[in-house]
């Protein structure tokens, strides 16, 4: 494939975005028809509630939205503000104590939420990774973290946590948090493996003390690794504070938070997506259009709901003179597995390249290095997901579909089918020949979404009806509008798989 785009003509550029704008609100515009439609049903099935905005129901199906929701306005948002808060207040008068003020907080509040039997947890599990690492011996290290990160899902240990709580919200944020920590758990014990803090061993606990319990990352993410929240905490203050307006800053980018907060509210408001494909008689009952947009709707959805939970804290990481993760880019420019991974959640790719592929070879040792290592790096995602049937088949096509791409990539790199594309087609039938291929990738990354988002039946379901039942009426449209995406994307990334 070429390594670099040649423009197309404005008029054509135009069109495809024309298209691609156009079919997601005609699309969004039928689920919203049919999510009317249907409403008195979903009410009774799935108990709809009284929406924020006037003459709407809310959907509030989608676990996970709900879930943080519900937390931030307990106390999650007032803990996330009063870190901020003693964070400027810290470095204004007291720099030199602004990490440990800052992990004293984190550490209260999270007491506060979890629990001390919830920290205890936690605490007990550093220690234990901790211990094991100064043996600096990385299979060690990770033979004894995946235990620990496996204990999640032991039923009894599962049966005494739940005791702990009055309420299963409360386990979960304890699930959560233990699930997330156990990466931390793992990046700190290869960093001391590969290249120890030169410090003593008081210090190095510190510093995962610290490194655990940051409370902007603490319970989702994202995730930044232990040599970069080291070294970038550990910079004076005042290379930390590159801001030049902090409140401007904190203007902007709660501003913008809150923009992407009344989005996805007003999303689940006209759209039950989340109720309709809980049901799989409602998802055969969606006519094309509608079916269309309720697959557009999760993904999006999905997108902007990532967007607040990962807007927030980075904002705060920011201010504390980290560099955290960029925020996921846009799923409908997203043409390419490969993409997907790299731009949605930036901080875990980086985990799993680091942590996971190089370590294995990657692609230094030849094709079957690679196909190896993108394979485990699979595997651990879908076990620290739960490991549950329909993660499994969501890693296998994600597997599948980066060995595909990397495939075309390699044989449209070689020199002698490179000369022949370049010596018979032009820069610019290249590159639509590129969107076209990335069309195909596009419906394989939505399909392996919508088992992700939705389970198996979803996908299932989306297969049939889309390219078993309507392969001459369905899928060909679908295919243009996916190819005028792939456009789209390729302009504003600049690079065609």
Avoid at 95 to 103: C, D, H, N, S, T
Wanted: hydrophobic content about 50%; proline content about 5%; overall charge positive.
């Amino acid at each position: 494939m070429p390594s670099r785009l040649s423009p197309l003509p404005w008029p054509e550029i135009f069109v495809y975005w024309l298209l691609s704008f156009g079919s997601h609100l005609y699309s969004f515009y039928q689920l919203h028809k049919f999510s009317k439609e249907h409403e008195a049903g979903l009410q009774r099935e799935f108990q709809l509630e009284n929406g924020l905005f006037n003459g709407f129901k809310r959907d509030p199906s989608d676990f996970e939205w709900s879930f943080w929701t519900e937390w931030a306005k307990k106390s999650l948002l007032w803990t996330l503000v009063g870190h901020g808060v003693l964070s400027r207040l810290a470095a204004i008068f007291h720099p030199r104590l602004k990490v440990l003020a800052l992990f004293v907080f984190d550490f209260l509040a999270a007491s506060s939420l979890l629990g001390f039997k919830g920290v205890g947890v936690l605490l007990l599990q550093l220690s234990v990774a901790f211990s094991v690492a100064q043996l600096r011996k990385p299979p060690l290290a990770w033979i004894v973290n995946l235990l620990l990160l496996s204990t999640i899902h032991i039923q009894p240990l599962q049966h005494i946590q739940r005791g702990w709580y009055s309420t299963e919200e409360e386990y979960y944020l304890l699930l959560f948090s233990v699930a997330v920590c156990g990466l931390r758990f793992i990046s700190f014990s290869l960093e001391h493996c590969w290249s120890p803090l030169e410090c003593g061993r008081v210090a190095q606990l510190f510093w995962l003390f610290s490194y655990t319990f940051y409370h902007p990352f603490f319970y989702n993410g994202p995730i930044i690794t232990f040599k970069a929240y080291a070294e970038q905490m550990r910079k004076p203050a005042d290379e930390n504070s590159g801001q030049e307006s902090v409140f401007g800053y904190v203007l902007v980018r709660s501003a913008r938070v809150i923009l992407w907060w009344v989005l996805a509210e007003y999303m689940i408001h006209v759209m039950y997506m989340h109720s309709i494909h809980s049901n799989e008689t409602y998802i055969e009952m969606l006519p094309p259009w509608a079916l269309g947009g309720l697959a557009l709707a999760l993904v999006q959805f999905f997108y902007v709901k990532y967007l607040v939970l990962f807007g927030l804290p980075s904002m705060l990481a920011t201010l504390d003179g980290l560099v955290p993760p960029k925020l996921p880019r846009c799923v409908s420019i997203m043409h390419s597995f490969t993409g997907m991974w790299r731009h949605f959640d930036e901080g875990l790719y980086r985990w799993l390249i680091r942590y996971i592929y190089v370590p294995l070879g990657g692609s230094r040792h030849g094709p079957l290095s690679k196909v190896f290592s993108t394979g485990v790096a699979f595997a651990f995602v879908c076990f620290w997901h739960g490991g549950q049937d329909y993660l499994r088949y969501w890693a296998l096509m994600n597997w599948a579909g980066v060995l595909v791409e990397n495939a075309i990539r390699s044989l449209f790199g070689s020199s002698r089918l490179h000369s022949v594309v370049e010596q018979n087609f032009s820069l610019a039938t290249r590159r639509r020949c590129a969107a076209l291929l990335c069309a195909f990738s596009t419906a394989m990354l939505i399909l392996s979404n919508l088992v992700f988002l939705g389970g198996t039946h979803v996908g299932r379901i989306f297969w049939k009806r889309v390219f078993v039942q309507g392969w001459s009426t369905v899928a060909p449209p679908m295919l243009a509008f996916l190819y005028c995406f792939a456009q789209v994307g390729l302009e504003r990334t600049s690079s065609p798989l």
